[in-house]
């Protein structure tokens, strides 16, 4: 994979938000099953992909710079569960109207405006390649 192909991830960033929001209880939290429940600002943040350990690299050349890379999710069983304002929010609604049960998936691999940008397409599929 070239250079210029590469996640635009800076590791530095992840792990002073790691430290920022867990690192006076690290030590107590690894290995752990891990409830949080995000509000505000908060809620936008892939608690799973946390860099937890700084690499050897603050931006890696490969993509197996990217995997090798400890994260959260890596150390911690982790579940991200809704804030109490939004659970609220949730009971006000009235019961569904559904006659049966609902199972949606998206494609993560969204062709962008033009309908035609496979870059995440070939991305994945060197992804997949080289795994």
Same mark, same amino acid.
């Given at each position: ?48 992909? !946390?860099?937890?350990?700084?690499? +050897? *690299?603050?931006?890696?050349? %490969? ?6 890379? =400890? ?39 969204? !062709?962008?405006?033009?309908?035609? +940008? *496979?870059?995440?397409?070939? %991305? ?6 080289? =795994?």
């Amino acid at each position: 994979m070239e250079r210029t192909d590469r996640p635009n991830c800076r590791f530095s960033s992840d792990i002073e938000l790691y430290v920022n929001l867990f690192g006076q209880v690290a030590n107590l939290l690894r290995g752990k099953h891990l409830l949080i429940v995000p509000s505000g600002p908060l809620t936008s943040i892939p608690f799973h992909v !946390l860099v937890t350990e700084k690499p +050897d *690299k603050p931006i890696p050349d %490969l993509i197996a710079g990217y995997r090798a890379a =400890t994260c959260l999710a890596k150390q911690n069983t982790i579940t991200i569960l809704p804030s109490v304002g939004s659970l609220q929010a949730l009971r006000q609604l009235p019961p569904s109207q559904a006659r049966e049960p609902y199972i949606a998936f998206g494609n993560p691999l969204l !062709l962008g405006r033009s309908g035609n +940008d *496979k870059s995440l397409l070939t %991305l994945r599929n060197q992804l997949v390649t080289v =795994t």
